[in-house]
């Protein structure tokens, strides 16, 4: 799939939102797209695993982590698990931690900031909800393009 959020964001105007720019890009893809799952937890990325076990078939998983910056809800173990399990890409609203690792995946993932703690796991949170961050709305379905200039969301495939 060849595309630029510039183009979309030229062509789609007021159809497609834009995420802040406040994401890192780790993982060897910089271009990914694909439908929104979403997850929504607060320094636990146990739903964070059970979602990657799933079958991605090419869809993003969007991880509101709540901004946390203080451990990391993916790891290279999960992003190694991503690809296994066909995700086009992660977006976390948190930390990811393992960058070396992460960068040697054919995957996509954004997210603020690294940190080398783990997370707990105590199964606290949710799934498939609609998500609001970095100034965008992500439903499950809806599809994320992500590139080297930003993450944009519309509510169908552009490409």
């Known amino acids: 799939m060849s595309f630029h959020t510039a183009d979309l964001c030229d062509h789609h105007g007021d159809r497609v939102m834009v995420a802040d720019p406040i994401f890192k890009h780790f993982g060897q893809r910089t271009h990914f797209a694909g439908p929104i799952a979403t997850v929504k937890v607060y320094e636990d990325n146990t739903l964070v695993r059970a979602a990657i076990e799933t079958a991605g078939h090419g869809r993003v998983l969007v991880v509101d982590g709540g901004g946390s910056l203080r451990c990391a809800l993916v790891g290279g173990q999960l992003g190694e698990l991503a690809v296994q399990q066909g ?73």
């Open 87 to 159: 995700w086009s890409g992660i977006v976390v609203w948190g930390c990811v931690r393992d960058a070396a690792e992460l960068n040697a995946l054919d995957l996509g993932v954004r997210a603020i900031a690294t940190h080398p703690r783990k997370s707990v796991k105590s199964g606290e949170g949710a799934r498939d909800l609609k998500l609001h961050f970095a100034g965008a709305c992500f439903t499950p379905g809806h599809w994320l393009y992500a590139d080297e200039d930003g993450i944009v969301v519309t509510p169908e495939p552009l490409v």
